[in-house]
């Protein structure tokens, strides 16, 4: 069956929590026709207005609200108004009406849903910068301050812009497999897969991901927490297998060694923290479990040829 997708526009909508998700589900559309497939997703915007600026300027052209949405999934983005207490009030009357089959609320988008009531007693992510105040204003609600995206029953929120496009893809893996949201990803040349319990300042993880659901829950364990000792044998009695037998099948489906995967996982999450924080050297290290910055320094040495200083100068979001 095709799965009627509403995304909803209004005036100041971040442009990104709209085009994010809706790259990623039209992305497995053209993955299932080129392979003799229906297409998955039938992808509708629907805006308060005809035309639709978000807080860039960008314009796009939307369709009409329409009677409220009874099946399917509906899509609520955010943008820097959406967290007001005054604002929106005839789409937050909309979205009350609503009884979205699934609903996937991203960035600011879950104040929006909140007000309208979508998302009472359940457990929720937004950008990390509002978790605090949705938490004191619907105190109904159990917010994750850091999640990337929370998944509770038919309810996905996800944190800050990009982490879209995580829930998304979280979304076609549930759909359609692991395999095919890696092939999104891949076209969309980003990271696969943050899961939604990383952090949103821990690193992305551009690795194999493993079909084998014992691995698989290995990795997702291993990337929420990049600093964790995650030992061979405690791995492997986590999930009732020997230790050799993990580490060849943890090899076989990942390509990489438990040892190598970590250092690969604890490299991204450090250049992550770099970039995006201004964290101390040794505090980068600790989280992204190197231990010390000296380690940190002769890691970045041998693997990228500079040092964690000049990596920052050269590339800070700050």
Request: hydrophobic share 45%; aromatic share 6%; net charge positive.
């Amino acid at each position: 069956m095709v799965e009627r997708v509403t995304v909803v526009g209004f005036a100041g909508v971040q442009s990104l929590d709209v085009s994010g998700p809706w790259e990623v589900l039209a992305g497995t559309n053209r993955y299932r026709t080129a392979r003799g497939d229906r297409p998955a997703y039938d992808l509708r915007l629907a805006g308060t207005q005809a035309e639709v600026v978000s807080e860039s300027g960008l314009t796009m052209v939307a369709g009409a609200l329409g009677e409220p949405v009874r099946a399917g999934t509906l899509v609520v983005p955010g943008g820097r108004s959406a967290a007001a207490t005054d604002e929106h009030a005839d789409l937050v009357a909309w979205l009350r009406r609503c009884r979205p089959t699934r609903l996937l609320s991203i960035c600011s988008g879950a104040f929006l849903c909140a007000r309208a009531g979508l998302l009472s007693g359940r457990r929720v992510a937004t950008h990390w910068s509002l978790s605090s105040d949705l938490g004191r204003r619907f105190p109904d609600l159990t917010v994750d301050h850091d999640a990337l995206y929370v998944h509770d029953g038919p309810v996905w929120t996800s944190g800050g812009v990009t982490a879209g496009i995580d829930l998304a893809l979280a979304v076609v893996a549930a759909d359609h497999g692991p395999r095919v949201a890696q092939q999104i990803a891949r076209w969309l040349v980003m990271f696969l897969h943050r899961p939604g319990q990383q952090g949103q300042f821990a690193g992305p993880v551009w690795l194999e991901r493993a079909t084998e659901k014992r691995v698989a829950a290995a990795q997702r364990v291993i990337d929420a927490d990049p600093a964790a000792p995650h030992r061979v044998d405690d791995l492997a009695a986590a999930y009732a297998m020997s230790p050799r037998h993990f580490q060849r099948l943890f090899a076989r489906e990942t390509g990489l060694t438990v040892g190598r995967y970590l250092t690969e996982l604890r490299l991204e999450t450090a250049k992550r923290l770099l970039v995006q924080s201004d964290l101390a050297l040794d505090t980068v290290a600790t989280r992204a479990g190197f231990g010390s910055a000296e380690s940190l320094r002769r890691v970045f040495g041998e693997r990228l040829g500079t040092t964690p200083g000049a990596f920052r100068a050269r590339f800070s979001t700050l």
